[in-house]
Nanobody, 115 residues
Framework: VQLQASGGGLVQAGGSLRLSCAASLSIFSFDYMGWYRQALGKQRELVASITNGGSTNYGDSVKGRFTISVDNAKKTMFLQMDSLKPEDTAAYYC??????????WGQGTLVTVSS
């Protein structure tokens, strides 16, 4: 299983970015997918997650600003990030869980928000 994250970059505060995570399997194969981020010197934290039933969950710091979604036809998970803040600066990682047992991570994509 491979996950390929993309879409990071440099953006000014208040701007938007959309991250993508392309999977090598059908999205339906995974019971859970999510985005995590890790800033310098900090622990990795959950940003947003989605189950194969469509239930979503967001970290408190991104609620109302970020939206997670999937496109099954494209085998891709997205993270729409709006109203970005400097504190959103981090490496963002996509994650997927297969059959409640196996965990897979994509490589990080760097998001930098300037003030």
């Amino acid at each position: 299983v491979q996950l390929q994250a993309s879409g990071g970059g440099l953006v000014q505060a208040g701007g938007s970015l959309r991250l993508s995570c392309a999977a090598s399997l059908s999205i339906f194969s995974f019971d859970y997918m999510g985005w995590y981020r890790q800033a310098l010197g900090k622990q990795r934290e959950l940003v947003a997650s989605i189950t194969n039933g469509g239930s979503t969950n967001y970290g408190d710091s991104v609620k109302g600003r970020f939206t997670i979604s999937v496109d099954n036809a494209k085998k891709t998970m997205f993270l729409q990030m709006d109203s970005l803040k400097p504190e959103d600066t981090a490496a963002y990682y996509c994650h997927a869980r297969l059959r409640f047992l196996s965990h897979y991570w994509g490589q990080g994509t760097l998001v930098t928000v300037s003030s």
